[in-house]
C-alpha cells in the first residue's frame, strides 16, 4: 500500500492533477499507512526490550549469586588460615 500511495501522489503531481478533495484523501491514506509503520517499530523495540530485561535479570542473578559465592569464600578462607595458625602454633 506505501508504494500505491506514493506512486499515485507523485503520478497527480507530475499530471498537474491537484484536486484538493482527492489529494487529501491520499494524503490522509498516506498519514494513516505511516501510522501503521510507526506501530509496528514500537511494537518491535517493546519486545526487543522485554528480550533484553530478561537478559539483564538473568545477569543479574548471577551477579548476586557469584557475590554470595565470594563472600562465602572469603568466610572459609578466614576460617582456614585460622585452622592453619592454630596447627602452626602445636
Do not use: W, Y
Not at 562465602?72 to 602454633?89: P, V
Request: hydrophobic letters at 50%; a negative charge; aromatic letters at 4%.
Amino acid at each position: 500500500m506505501a508504494f500505491a500511495v506514493s506512486k499515485r501522489l507523485s503520478l497527480l503531481f507530475a499530471l498537474g492533477m491537484t484536486h484538493v478533495p482527492f489529494l487529501l484523501l491520499l494524503l490522509t491514506l498516506k498519514v494513516a499507512e505511516n501510522v501503521l509503520v510507526l506501530n509496528e517499530l514500537f511494537k518491535d523495540m517493546a519486545n526487543l526490550v522485554q528480550e533484553q530485561q530478561q537478559s539483564i535479570d538473568t545477569i543479574e542473578t548471577n551477579v548476586e549469586s557469584a557475590a554470595e559465592r565470594t563472600k562465602a569464600g572469603i568466610t572459609h578462607l578466614e576460617a582456614a588460615i585460622e585452622h592453619q595458625k592454630s596447627c602452626a602454633i602445636m
